[in-house]
C-alpha cells in the first residue's frame, strides 16, 4: 500500500461513549482475526502445490524437519532467508569478527543493558523459590539443564531481544544455553546479533529461522541439539510451531503483536503520549497503539500529534498501517479508564497521569506497568531491568514477565521414617479403599503390618 494511500485511512481513531462500548471495541481489537498477506498464501501454495493454512504449512515444515533434519533446517531457512552458506553452527571466528563490525559505543551500549538486566535478576532470583525439606517432605530447586533461544529479527535487528532472554536464563544457571538466528543473505549473521549473544552467554548460535528452527531445538538434528525448553518470540509462524512442538519441549509462552495502553490524564504531555504511542506502532503493522483518557481535547491533540511525528519516522509506512488498529478512547473518569485496562490486559500499561503512583494498586492485569514520564516503555525496552519479553492477547490475566523462574524446575522430596509412614498410612490406605484403589491401599498396608 503507498504512502498516500495510508495518510488517507491511518489517522487514530477517537471514540466515546459509555464502558460497555468501549469494551465491546477492546473485544474486538483482541478477537480480530490476524489475516496474513496474500503473497505469503500464494508462497505457501506455490512450495506444496495445495492451498494450507498456516498450521498446515507449518507441521508439514516440522515432519520434515523430524525426518530429514539439517537438510531441512538448512533448505527452508534459506529459501525464506533469501541466504547461502554451508555450516550451520556459526564459527567463533565470525562472532570474534563481529566484535569488529559494530562500534564501541553499540558494544558499551549492549553492555550496559547486560549489566542493567543481570542485576534485576540476580535481585529476583534472590526472591524466588529456595530448596526445603520439612518433616520429610520438601522441593529441589533447579535450573533448566539445556535451553534454546530463539534470536528473533530479520528485517530488524533485535540485540535486545537476545539479551532479554538469555540473561535470566544465565542468572538462573542454566548449564547450556544455544541460540538460533536467520542468516542474511550473504548466510552471515548481523554482528550485533552475535555480539549481544556472545556478551549475555549464549554458548553456541546456529543459523536457523522461523518453524524449522524452533522443530530443530524440539527434536534435535545433527548440527542443533535438542533443548530441554524453547524461548523467545518471534512471527506468526514460529509462534505456531511452539504451539505445536510443545510437549515434546517446554515452551515460555506464545508471543502475538506488541501492544500498548496509555492512560493519561489532561496533565499529561501531548508530544510525549504521541510519541509512546508510536515507539510501539513502528515495531510491526500488526502492534496496537491504545490510548484511554478522561480528556477529549488531549485525545483530540494527540490524534495531532501522532499524524505529524509519524512524518519523520524511518518506518512510517509500518507505523502508519500500526496506529489504524488502534485508537484513543474518551472515558467518563479514570476508574473507568483502570476497569477498561484490567479487561483487555495489555502486554505493556503506560500511566501518564498527575499521580500515577495511585493507581497502581488498583492495576490487577497487565505485563509491565510504567509509572510516569521519567518511566517510558522504551526504557523497559533496553535497559530498565525486567525482561521485555511479556504475556501479549490478553494473556497477562494469567501468566508473568519472562524471568529466573522461567528457567527453574521443582521436584518434590518425600523422605519420611517409618514413625511418619504410621501416622499418616491408615489415613492414606483409607482414601485409597474409598477410591476402590486396593492395591494402593495394600502397598501400605503392608509396610504397616510388617513391623
Not at 93 to 110: G, H, W, Y
Not at 112 to 136: C, D, K, M
Not at 241 to 247: L, M, Y
Not at 382 to 406: C, E, K, N, Q
Request: charged fraction near 25%.
Amino acid at each position: 500500500m503507498k504512502k498516500k494511500q495510508l495518510q488517507n485511512q491511518s489517522s487514530l481513531k477517537i471514540l466515546s461513549g459509555d464502558y460497555s462500548h468501549l469494551l465491546s471495541f477492546l473485544k474486538e481489537k483482541r478477537n480480530s482475526t490476524i489475516n496474513i498477506p496474500e503473497f505469503i498464501s500464494d508462497t505457501i501454495e506455490e512450495m506444496w502445490g495445495e492451498k494450507l493454512n498456516p498450521e498446515e504449512h507449518v507441521s508439514r515444515i516440522i515432519d520434515d524437519v523430524k525426518k530429514n533434519k539439517d537438510e531441512a533446517v538448512k533448505k527452508y531457512s534459506q529459501l525464506f532467508d533469501k541466504s547461502q552458506y554451508d555450516k550451520i553452527e556459526v564459527t567463533r571466528d565470525e562472532i570474534r569478527e563481529a566484535f569488529d563490525l559494530i562500534s564501541d559505543q553499540q558494544i558499551e551500549a549492549i553492555k550496559f543493558t547486560i549489566n542493567r538486566i543481570q542485576q534485576y535478576h540476580t535481585r529476583q532470583l534472590a526472591h524466588g523459590p529456595v530448596s526445603f525439606s520439612e518433616r520429610g517432605a520438601g522441593m529441589i530447586v533447579r535450573p533448566l539443564q539445556r535451553v534454546g533461544i530463539y534470536m528473533t529479527g530479520s528485517d530488524a535487528s533485535l540485540p535486545s531481544s537476545i539479551i532479554h532472554a538469555a540473561i535470566p536464563g544465565v542468572v538462573a544457571g542454566v548449564d547450556e544455553i544455544y541460540g538460533v538466528t536467520s542468516a542474511m543473505q550473504d548466510g552471515k549473521v548481523n554482528p550485533l546479533k552475535l555480539v549481544a549473544a556472545q556478551l549475555a552467554g549464549v554458548q553456541k548460535i546456529f543459523r536457523a529461522s522461523g518453524p524449522q528452527a524452533i522443530a530443530a531445538f524440539a527434536y534435535g538434528t545433527e548440527s542443533i541439539p535438542a533443548v530441554d525448553k524453547i524461548f523467545g518470540p518471534g512471527n506468526l509462524f514460529v509462534t505456531l510451531a511452539k504451539q505445536q512442538v510443545f510437549g515434546t519441549v517446554g515452551i515460555d509462552a506464545l508471543y502475538g503483536p506488541t501492544e500498548t495502553m496509555i492512560i493519561a490524564d489532561d496533565q499529561a504531555s501531548v508530544d510525549l503520549v504521541a510519541a509512546d504511542l508510536l515507539a510501539q506502532a513502528e515495531h510491526d503493522q500488526l502492534a496496537t497503539p491504545l490510548l484511554i483518557t478522561d480528556s477529549a481535547d488531549l485525545a483530540s491533540s494527540v490524534v495531532k500529534a501522532v499524524e505529524s511525528q509519524l512524518e519523520t519516522l524511518d518506518r512510517e509506512i509500518i507505523a502508519r498501517v500500526a496506529v489504524a488498529n488502534g485508537g484513543a478512547l474518551v472515558v467518563k473518569d479514570l476508574d473507568d479508564a483502570i476497569t477498561l485496562a484490567n479487561e483487555y490486559a495489555p502486554e505493556h500499561l503506560c500511566l501518564l497521569v498527575e499521580e500515577p503512583k495511585e493507581l497502581i494498586p488498583s492495576i490487577v492485569n497487565a505485563g509491565g506497568i510504567f509509572v510516569g514520564e521519567s518511566s517510558p516503555e522504551v526504557l523497559g525496552d533496553y535497559t530498565a531491568g525486567p525482561s521485555h519479553i511479556m504475556p501479549t492477547g490478553g494473556s497477562a490475566r494469567f501468566s508473568s514477565p519472562l524471568s529466573v523462574l522461567d528457567f527453574l524446575k521443582i521436584t518434590s522430596i518425600v523422605e519420611f521414617d517409618s514413625h511418619e509412614l504410621y501416622r499418616q498410612g491408615p489415613y492414606a490406605s483409607e482414601l485409597a479403599r474409598a477410591e476402590g484403589l486396593t492395591g494402593h491401599a495394600r502397598s501400605i498396608d503392608m509396610r504397616i503390618e510388617g513391623n
